[in-house]
């Protein structure tokens, strides 16, 4: 049984934490050979969080804190997986497994989710239903494929692969994040500096040019209107920018909106390149591991179809997946959806032929990892530049028309 308790340690500080023991006693004894003084202790619950907010706002803040927590969180299952593939190798019961894996979890959030999914285990749950209650942090694939080693009692080789795919994700992911920090931080600079010159500077000189009373240039006019306006209707462009946000993040998620928003990001200049190949990628890699994990094929594609994470890709899987069922060849089929470069298409054609498609996928996905590596680097190097220029273009604008009435006064006074 899971037990949440509060505690003070011997330094008299309050702990919060969970225990795993057959019985409350036997978890105050735990407790106490850990040098715990109980206060508090209850049998643990899984509770809504959602649900514990007053009012509709409540609920609304409440369900935004737990979904940002959760997809912190998520980024602990690779070290999850790698720990449980390491006991489960060596041996040991699922259920004694996770209670281990439970005391070492640093992230709260992410520790309740696997004390609930112990919990389930213990009622006596297949691992894979224990992580169906979690899928916004175990996605659709880990589920599917933990559910094949628990079929064909390979599981911790299963976890094992998981753990790698995990592993790598993070690992890209944190590459991309990376790579577009800096550019980020010269566009926040940029905003920044742009805003303090208009509600701070600009007025002040403003004052200064219209007490003199004379006619001023139009790129001067044009700045003090648009200072005047920052610095007045301030909160206009807050509503603005907050309303705009609100409508696009609803209007995604209506299928027109999704449907609208996914082909933005296939045709945008510059980011469509890197994403299509990331979709490349998604469905290689995962194709991949689940052939080679002796998953159906058509089932295969159902679960890939919902990774890639794009209407435009889903719906040509779902044809390709279409025209398998009928009697057509992977290479075939792929080849008439049209979102794979003709490159794969020469691979996969040749991985099918000689009945090794499962590992010519993996090896497709290898290809673009660093395909996609290079990518991000080269795309930096190029918005760098352009971020730039645009800086010196707006600052110097505004710098200009700032001092050209006063050049045209040292005109007029010589």
């Known amino acids: 049984m899971i037990f949440e308790y509060q505690a003070l340690n011997k330094k008299g500080d309050t702990v919060y934490d969970f225990v795993d023991a057959p019985t409350d006693v036997a978890a105050r004894q735990k407790l106490r050979g850990q040098g ?27 369900d935004a804190l737990n979904f940002i ?18 006991l489960l190798r060596a041996g040991m019961p699922l259920p004694v497994a996770i209670a281990d894996i439970i005391e070492q979890i640093e992230n709260q959030n992410f520790k309740k989710v696997v004390v609930d999914i112990r919990e389930k285990l213990e009622e006596g749950s297949s691992l894979s239903n224990a992580l169906t209650r979690h899928r916004v942090i175990f996605s659709e694939m880990y589920i599917s494929m933990v559910r094949v080693g628990e079929n064909l009692g390979s599981l911790d080789q299963v976890i094992e692969r998981l753990a790698d795919l ?14 577009l920090w800096y550019p980020s931080f010269m566009i926040f600079f940029a905003i920044a500096v742009v805003v303090f010159l208009m509600v701070n500077i600009i007025p002040s000189l403003s004052r200064m040019f219209i007490d003199l009373g004379r006619e001023l240039p139009l790129p001067t006019k ?11 209707f301030w909160w206009v462009l807050i509503i603005l920018f907050v309303g705009t946000f609100y409508y696009l993040n609803h209007y995604i998620k209506t299928p027109e909106g999704r449907r609208k928003f996914d082909e933005f990001k296939l045709d945008f200049p510059l980011v469509s390149k890197l994403y299509r190949k990331l979709i490349v990628l998604r469905f290689t890699q ?9 998953v159906d094929i058509i089932k295969s594609f159902e679960i890939v179809k919902k990774i890639v994470m794009n209407v435009i890709i889903e719906e040509r899987i779902e044809d390709a997946s279409k025209r398998i069922k009928e009697g057509s060849s992977v290479s075939n089929a792929l080849s008439k959806s049209g979102f794979l470069p003709k490159l794969v298409m020469g691979m996969i054609t040749a991985g099918e032929a000689s009945d090794n498609l499962d590992t010519m996928l993996l090896n497709i996905g290898k290809v673009y990892e660093t395909e996609i590596d290079l990518t991000v680097t080269s795309l930096t190097n190029l918005i760098e530049p352009f971020i730039i220029i645009f800086m010196g273009i707006v600052i110097g604008s505004i710098v200009i028309s700032v001092l050209l009435p006063i ?8």
């Open 69 to 86: 927590a959760l997809k912190i969180s998520s980024k602990q299952v690779g070290i999850f997986s790698r720990q449980l593939a390491t």
């Open 36 to 62: 715990l003084y109980v206060v508090k202790l209850t049998k643990h619950e899984v509770h809504d969080r959602a649900s514990s907010g007053s009012g509709i706002f409540g609920k609304m803040y409440a």
């Open 407 to 414: 050049f045209e006064m040292n005109l007029i006074m010589q």
């Open 222 to 232: 044009i700045v003090m209107g648009i200072s005047g306006f920052f610095s007045t």
């Open 166 to 179: 995990e592993e790598k994700k993070n690992i890209l992911k944190s590459k991309i994040q990376a790579a």
């Open 286 to 294: 995962n194709l991949g591991i689940l052939l080679n994990n002796k």
